[in-house]
């Protein structure tokens, strides 16, 4: 739980979020941010140009890129659940829609 103007969030609404049961992770199309339960907010991307699709395992934070953008090339990328740098899983997919589930490892 988030309470509400807590400046948890920032002043940009979530476009996509996704909870592990310890952290909420989300997606506010310029930075993929986590937050555990009474914590501060921790930036793991800090641009991320999410497009509001997001999933989380216990290792990996999953999003997309570039879908959204007419001249981007659609790719899914993941980051560590501790930050670090975003790592490439799959590139020019060919389709605008997909739904994140499953183990990607």
């Given at each position: 739980?988030?309470?509400?103007g ?6 940009t ?12 992770y989300?997606?506010?199309?310029s ?10 907010p ?6 991320g ?22 001249s981007?090339?659609?790719?899914l ?26 183990d990607?490892?």
């Amino acid at each position: 739980r988030v309470a509400a103007g807590s400046g948890a969030v920032g002043s940009t609404a979530p476009r996509a979020a996704a909870f592990d049961g310890g952290h909420l992770y989300w997606d506010t199309s310029s930075e993929i941010k986590r937050l555990a339960e009474g914590g501060t907010p921790t930036s793991l991307v800090e641009e991320g140009r999410g497009d509001a699709a997001i999933a989380v395992d216990d290792a990996h934070v999953y999003y997309a890129s570039g879908m959204r953008m007419r001249s981007g090339i659609p790719q899914l990328l993941r980051v560590p659940v501790t930050g670090g740098e975003p790592e490439m899983v799959l590139e020019d997919f060919g389709s605008t829609h997909f739904v994140l589930s499953g183990d990607w490892r």
